[in-house]
């Protein structure tokens, strides 16, 4: 699986921006999320989903904010991200599970380092 993030740039707070990701290769996954690296911090889950559907699940951070959203048609996900705030500011990755974690997204999120696939990661500068 070869994911490929895009959509990153400078925002100012309280903005909006959409993040894309789009999945190639061999679609052999699970589950799909989003997560995010701040600079001196370590890695976290943003947001995630499997693909067998059901529920999307959130970090506590971003619930009522960002809304990841699927399009099975072109292989890509995404990720709205609405009132942003400075604290938002970090790279973005794209990962995904393999097969048999496509019911691991609760997990997955609070350990990142378990997505087996991940892509290049995108910049999000929130200004304040």
């Known amino acids: 699986v070869q994911l490929q993030a895009s959509g990153g740039g400078l925002v100012q707070a309280g903005g909006s921006l959409r993040l894309s990701c789009q999945a190639s290769g061999t679609l052999d996954y699970g589950a799909i999320g989003w997560f995010r690296q701040a600079p001196g911090k370590e890695r976290e889950g943003v947001s995630c989903?499997?693909?067998?559907?059901?529920?999307?699940y959130y970090a506590d951070s971003v619930k009522g904010r960002f809304t990841m959203s699927r399009d099975n048609a072109k292989n890509t996900v995404y990720l709205q991200m609405n009132s942003l705030i400075p604290e938002d500011t970090a790279v973005y990755y794209c990962?995904?599970?393999?097969?048999?974690?496509?019911?691991?997204?609760?997990?997955?999120?609070?350990?990142?380092?378990?997505?087996?696939?991940w892509g290049k990661g995108t910049q999000l500068t929130v200004s304040s």
């Open positions: 989903i499997s693909v067998s559907g059901g529920s999307t």
């Open positions: 990962a995904a599970a393999i097969p048999r974690y496509r019911n691991s997204c609760p997990s997955l999120l609070k350990d990142p380092y378990a997505m087996h696939y």
